[in-house]
């Protein structure tokens, strides 16, 4: 089958990890896989490594949809191609390639939706929905329950399907160990955070609960692993707050299961998450986790089980699980907990049977 990636964001996420290693692992079933994509995307540079991947180079804004010349050319070339399925990844995407996939006939066109947030009920949405896209695939229930959720008549709710995202449990537990969490120097409780420094990711939680942590004289130490827009603005306000002696910065990491194995505590600051990734993998590094009890968190945290869920943003009860979790034989049993819910539930060779006959046989 000759089928079709399409994702132009540059930056690197839980979505562009998705279209890589399934654009990967298609063709290395032997299908014709085609990847449309930024010149200067963390994309490109990883698929550089798979010729037998046709990567496209795309360069597009939020307003190009609205350009005929790049409308005509993407058309053209699903055509030349003759692609059968196309996978979209973002709005901005998807407004132009939607479009062309359709003036070209492309029999499938698949708008691969990662974000927890309802769709915006405009008119330009009504007339991508409800004439040009085929199908949906969710990664996650409460993904799939946000797009309809501003308009139930957007899309047939029958067409949209959730398929999880796979986790490579042998891949993880491979990666080599490399020093990123400081030597533990006291008693102090050890909590991460890995994640973009993004409004979405929330760290400024973080700088207020190490406040009041610090009030009740609970020893610790927060380490935010991660960059993004706002690393200066959360630098200013963790020394505005006075907690830069126990908040710190570590910078981006390749190696998620390094940080992860060395701290006490994972806690997701997050206001959403599509399908949080980093769950999964906290949980295969044997940690306890704290998260928001929204979007699609309770998929991946069993609460009171493989760690604790709480209301978005509430300082108190994420105090008082933290206080709950100074017990080392409770952190142990939560994290043994987590990492077999993670192994029963989102087992890659499982899932990726489970896309391939969507993909394949529709």
């Excluded at 992860?260 to 994972?266: E, N, P, R, S």
Aim: hydrophobic share 40%; glycine share 6%.
């Amino acid at each position: 089958m000759r089928i079709g990636f399409f994702n132009s964001i540059e930056t690197w996420g839980g979505g562009e990890k998705w279209h890589f290693e399934s654009a990967v692992h298609f063709a290395k079933l032997g299908h014709d896989v085609y990847f449309f994509g930024s010149k200067n995307s963390k994309l490109k540079t990883k698929l550089l490594a798979f010729p037998a991947i046709t990567y496209i180079e795309v360069h597009l804004t939020n307003l190009s949809f609205l350009n005929p010349v790049k409308r005509c050319y993407l058309t053209s070339t699903f055509e030349k191609l003759q692609i059968e399925v196309v996978l979209i990844n973002n709005p901005r995407d998807l407004k132009i390639a939607a479009y062309a996939a359709h003036s070209a006939e492309v029999p499938r066109i698949i708008y691969r939706r990662g974000s927890a947030i309802p769709i915006k009920n405009t008119f330009l949405n009504q007339r991508i929905f409800g004439n040009y896209i085929t199908d949906v695939l969710a990664n996650s229930y409460a993904t799939g329950e946000t797009i309809l959720a501003n308009n139930p008549q957007l899309f047939p709710k029958e067409k949209i399907r959730v398929i999880y995202n796979p986790i490579d449990f042998q891949k993880f537990d491979q990666l080599v160990y490399k020093k990123i969490v400081p030597d533990r120097k006291d008693d102090s409780l050890i909590i991460g955070n890995l994640a973009r420094l993004a409004p979405q990711k929330n760290q400024k939680f973080l700088i207020d609960l190490s406040l009041e942590l610090t009030r009740l004289q609970i020893k610790h130490q927060i380490y935010i692993t991660g960059k993004g827009e706002l690393e200066s603005e959360l630098k200013t306000y963790n020394i505005e707050k006075g907690t830069d002696k126990n908040v710190h910065f570590l910078g981006f990491t390749d190696s998620p299961r390094s940080f992860l194995v060395d701290i006490d505590i994972f806690i997701l600051s997050s206001l959403w998450e599509g399908f949080g990734y980093v769950l999964a993998e906290a949980s295969l590094a044997e940690k306890p986790i704290i998260a928001f009890n929204s979007s699609s968190n309770p998929e991946l945290v069993k609460d009171n089980i493989s760690g604790f869920l709480t209301e978005v943003n509430s300082i108190p009860q994420m105090v008082e699980k933290i206080k709950k979790l100074q017990d080392i034989k409770l952190r142990k049993e939560m994290g043994i907990s987590g990492r077999k819910f993670i192994l029963e539930s989102f087992d890659k060779n499982i899932i990726y049977k489970n896309l391939e006959d969507y993909i394949l046989k529709g």
